[in-house]
Antibody, heavy 116, light 107 residues
């Protein structure tokens, strides 16, 4: 069955960067789109962007350009998201999900806390 | 960006009742709409896609409909496990956007 296993919670200092991972199984990763989403209490959800594992092509929400960088490692069927220059506004739960448009499969989420 | 105005923000209903949650898109999204259910501490679960198609494994008491730019999620015969927050999401145009959520409580 489809599984998306995300890395554990992160506590990062303001101005630092963090790399989140999403290890997948149960489907053909190399021809799949992987998306990333952000959820803050409220409980609003924002779409960050997607990456096509086949060729590494990406599509970002303009709001997250320069903030998030999506990559994949096809050899390990893992998707990654780098978040840079973190501020308190980046504190959230981040989800990976399979698909470019609607999301039937989600990771369990990674909590990112930004604090000195 | 396309704005998705979701209502109500919260509602309380009894077991067995029928409730309706709505999302109004700021422009035509051509049925490119999904509904999700999220329980505390869990990931969202896809319920409905393409405005009215039921995702595999989702109980048939969930249904979706549309009228112009207004999209609705109806839950019939409420069960205790339906207590959750529900979101709509448009995927017609970038950036994809979500409604603010509706918290459903069971009396």
């Amino acid at each position: 069955q489809v599984k998306l296993l995300q890395s554990g919670a992160e506590l990062v200092k303001p101005g630092a960067s963090v790399k989140l991972s999403c290890k997948t199984s149960g489907f053909t990763f190399s021809t799949s789109y992987m998306s990333w989403l952000k959820q803050v209490p409220g409980p609003s959800i924002e779409w960050i962007g997607w990456i096509y594992a086949g060729d590494g092509g990406t599509n970002y929400n303009q709001k997250f350009k320069g903030k998030a960088t999506l990559t994949v490692d096809k050899s390990s069927s893992t998707a990654y998201m780098d978040l840079s220059s973190l501020t308190s506004e980046d504190a959230a739960v981040y989800f990976c999900a399979r698909g470019p448009t609607r999301f039937a499969y989600w990771g369990q989420g990674t909590l990112v806390t930004v604090s000195s | 960006d396309i704005q998705m105005t979701q209502s109500p923000a919260s509602l309380s209903a009894s077991l067995g009742e029928t409730v309706t949650i709505e999302c109004l898109a700021s422009e035509d999204i051509y049925s490119n709409l999904a509904w999700y259910q999220q329980k505390p501490g869990k990931s969202p679960q896809l319920l409905i896609y393409d405005a009215s198609s039921l995702q595999d494994g989702v109980p048939s008491r969930f249904s979706g409909s549309e009228s112009g730019t207004q999209y609705s999620l109806e839950i019939n015969s409420l069960q205790s496990e339906d207590a959750a927050t529900y979101f709509c999401q448009q995927h017609h145009d970038y950036p994809y956007t979500f409604g603010a959520g509706t918290k459903l409580e069971l009396k």
